[in-house]
Nanobody
């Protein structure tokens, strides 16, 4: 049983940066692979990034590689998404996700164990 709460979203100008945080409840946070997904209105929820349970490996959507960085601090039960060089097409609700399996590394959605409530990111042109 894991509860995820995202924060850090907001309005930013194109080219700017935001850092999203996802705080997880429970004492088993370190056993979960974590990830970020995003969903624009009328669109599917798409994979953004994932990170291994220890933080030693990271995975990114090809289109986002180099601009976004996922990290985690297991002592704080928190995963982060640093977003740089933001573009209007990055506008979406960003969701934190937790998964016991490695399926999240490949961007799958159906097998996600827990979802956060989402935080809105809006990038103006």
């Amino acid at each position: 049983q894991v509860q995820l709460v995202e924060s850090g979203g907001g309005l930013v100008q194109a080219g700017g940066s935001l850092r999203l945080s996802c705080a997880a409840s429970g004492r088993t946070f370190s056993s979960y692979r974590m990830g970020w997904f995003r969903q624009a209105p009328g669109k599917e929820r798409d994979f953004v990034a994932a990170i291994s349970s220890t933080g030693g490996s990271t995975y990114y959507a090809d289109s986002l590689k180099g601009r976004f960085t996922i990290s985690r601090d297991n002592a704080k039960n928190t995963v982060y998404l640093q977003m740089n060089s933001l573009k209007p097409e990055d506008t979406a609700v960003y969701y934190c996700a937790a998964d016991h399996s490695t399926s999240i590394y490949s961007g799958t959605r159906g097998g996600i164990d827990y979802w956060g409530q989402g935080t809105q990111v809006t990038v103006s042109s």
